[in-house]
Structure formats: C-alpha cells, structure tokens
C-alpha cells in the first residue's frame, strides 16, 4: 500500500498560480500513490457545501472524483476551516469524509491521522468555538443567507483573522514543543504513528514508547514551506513540492 499526504493548502480560488500548482501536484504527483489523504484546510473557506462553493471549486472536485473512479482512494479529513462536506463529497464524489480523527494500520503499525486543531491543550476556548460552528442548529438559522453573500462574509472573517496572525508571529519552537508533547500522549494511547497538519510547521519526532518504535509527522503547509508526506508501504519520507512548472 502506498499512500501520500497533505495539508493546509489553504486555497482560494481555482484559477490562480497556487489553485494551477495543486492541479498539477496532484496529476503529477499525487496520482502515483493508491491512497490519497488530506488533512483539513484544503480550501481557505468552506461553512458547508453548497452550490456556490461547488462551482467556484468545480476543477477541484472534478479532479476528486476522477481520482477515485481510477481506482484511488482519497480520505479528507476536515479541517478548521473546512467542514461539513457532506453528501456531496461523501456520495457523489466518493470520497471518504472523516469529522475528526482517524485510526488505521499500515504495515503492521497503528497510524492516528487529525488536522490537529484541537492539538493545544492550552486553548481552552477553541472547543466551544468548533462545536458551536459545526452545530447543525447554527446551519439551519443561516440557511436562509445566500451561499455567495455567506461565503463573502466567511472569507472576510478568515482574512481578518489572518491579518492578526501576521501581526503577532508564531513562536513555532513553542508550537512544536506543544504538538509533540500531544503527539507523545497519542503514543501512550497505543498509537504508533502520528500525522497533524493545522501548525503550518512541518516537523518529525521519533521516539521510543514501551518498547515500540513511534513517529510523529506535522505535514506543514502549502502557503511556505509546500511539504507533503509519501508512504511507500514500510516508511514515510517528508517532501517539499517544487512550486516552478
């Protein structure tokens, strides 16, 4: 079995320089591995399928769907920003659609793969937020809002939002220590390998826990670093993706 791994692309659009750089990682790239897997925050604003969104990112979903009716796998782990997929990509993409967490075996080994925004236990708050942005009583009262006027808004907040992160640098050496230490009680809880992305850091722990041999791999993103993760059926290499044609 092989398979590869991505996240945070964080796209916004599907004609730009980063939307044709996808097309082509994944025709040329990713296409070569049978499972195809991307951890949360794919595109930069998706509150929920609905029609606006399937057209704007049609040559994505598109892609999607050829991928797996030529026999590849592609599991879609949401994201913070990326949630509520549904049916559409669930029945009439045939991809696999996971709301939080995933546990498979790969090799012999047990493998644990989230987006990881839920990786810092210090931030207290961000669980009440998630659950009260996928709540289904919240979609229901914002139903009415057409879906372009309802993305323009979503996509207005996540700019803001943005903008103050560039204002107040992330201290990533305090970042990784955070997400290993998650990673490192994943391993007490049996797991072998763990995969985040959320952090933008790409980053790698190999460790011993009880006797097992256990690595903990952050995707990075596509937005600085263009880092991905390849399996080739017995280990995981991390690569960083040529942006140039």
């Known amino acids: 079995m092989s398979a590869i791994l991505l996240s945070d692309v964080h796209l916004t659009d599907s004609t730009g320089e980063k939307a044709q750089t996808m097309l082509r990682f994944f025709r040329q790239t990713a296409s070569q591995f049978q499972r195809i897997y991307i951890l ?32 590849h ?32 075996t790969w ?4 493998v644990y793969l989230v987006h990881g925004d839920l990786g810092n236990p210090a931030e207290k708050a961000y669980p009440l937020l998630r659950s009260f942005l996928r709540n289904e009583w919240l979609h229901w009262a914002i139903a ?46 049996g797991n072998d390998v763990v995969i985040m992305g959320h952090t933008h850091i790409p980053d790698q722990l ?25 399996f080739n059926g017995s280990e995981f290499y991390t690569k960083k993706y040529s942006v140039q044609g």
Do not use: M
Not at 107 to 110: H, K, Q, S
Not at 156 to 163: P, Q, T, Y
């Open 144 to 189: 009415p809002i057409p879906p372009r006027t309802l993305y323009s808004v979503a996509n207005a907040v996540s700019s803001s939002s943005r903008r103050f992160q560039k204002s107040v640098p992330p201290d990533e050496e305090k970042i990784r220590e955070i997400y290993r230490a998650t990673a490192k009680q994943l391993f007490e809880l």
């Open 40 to 71: 949360g925050d794919f595109f930069d604003v998706w509150p929920g399928t609905n029609a606006h969104l399937i057209e704007k990112f049609s040559p994505f979903l598109d892609l999607f769907s050829a991928l797996v009716r030529n026999g």
């Open 73 to 104: 796998e592609l599991t879609y782990v949401e994201g913070n920003h990326d949630f509520r997929l549904g049916k559409h990509f669930s029945e009439n993409l045939g991809v696999r659609v996971i709301k939080n967490e995933l546990a498979e």
């Open 206 to 230: 190999h460790c011993e826990v009880e006797g097992r041999a256990c690595s903990y791999y952050n995707l990075g993103d596509w937005v600085r670093s263009f880092t991905y993760l390849e």
């Open 107 to 110: 090799a012999g080994r047990r």
